[in-house]
């Protein structure tokens, strides 16, 4: 079964507000989950690294101050896109590393964001 | 060089045939090697992965590794118009002095009835 949930699947949002995504592990407690973005046609691109109760890692080129990760617990991690525009409409999914190799990588069912 | 290439495709075997997926990968310290299956829509599902070179099975899939020549291919035996998806590689590559999973473009792949 899924070991990765995100909320919501989907959402469409006017220009200029922000838009919360959570991400839960289901089965074990994840002290490191992955945020991607991929847009139509193109890769899955690696956003940031999002680490239980400290800052995010981000990659290169992602503004942090737009897209605010907090890992609050074990099991969650949100990812606010904020003053959302349309070229941040994407699909947005969340990972975790796996139990058995951590460089394995398990993915939730992603949630599909346009912005009008 | 891209990190992590693949052959767009779209690839399009009849039902019953095999179908071979390539990859190449810039790095040559990478350890780990991954196929993910992507359907239209949805998120990548991991369906095999593989570490050391030769041949990896599992049941239709065989993963092939070839680390001196920087190559990894994916192997669908029988295959199955529900095999239509698009295949993602995946690589571990040290970047900025940590590992990250560095994906191809994908290989759109059709099996016909």
């Known amino acids: 079964g899924a070991v990765v949930s995100q909320h919501p699947s989907r959402v469409i949002c006017k220009s200029g507000t922000s838009v919360k995504i959570e991400c839960r592990s289901l089965d074990f407690q994840a002290t490191t989950m992955f945020w991607y973005r991929q847009f139509p046609k193109q890769s899955l691109m690696l956003m940031a690294t999002?680490?239980?109760?400290?800052?995010?890692?981000?990659e290169q080129g992602v503004e942090k101050d737009k897209f605010l990760i907090n890992h609050a617990s074990l099991t969650l991690s949100t990812l606010t896109v904020t003053s959302a525009h349309p070229e941040d409409s994407s699909f947005y999914i969340c990972?975790?590393?796996?139990?058995?190799?951590?460089?394995?990588?398990?993915f939730g069912p992603g949630t599909r964001l346009t912005v009008l | 060089q891209k990190e992590v290439e693949q052959n767009s495709g779209p690839l399009s075997v009849p039902e019953g045939a095999i179908a071979s997926l390539n990859c190449t990968y810039s790095d040559r310290g990478s350890q780990s090697f991954f196929w993910y299956r992507q359907y239209s829509g949805k998120s990548p599902e991991l369906i095999m992965f593989i570490y050391s070179n030769g041949d990896k099975e599992d049941g239709r899939f065989t993963a092939q590794l070839n680390k001196a020549s920087q190559y990894v291919s994916l192997l669908i035996r029988d295959s199955q118009p529900s095999d239509s998806a698009t295949y993602l590689c995946a690589v571990n590559i040290l970047r900025g002095g940590s590992e990250k999973l560095v994906f191809g473009k994908g290989t759109k792949l059709t099996v016909n009835p």
């Open positions: 999002s680490n239980e109760g400290s800052k995010a890692t981000y």
């Open positions: 990972s975790k590393p796996g139990t058995g190799r951590a460089d394995t990588q398990y």
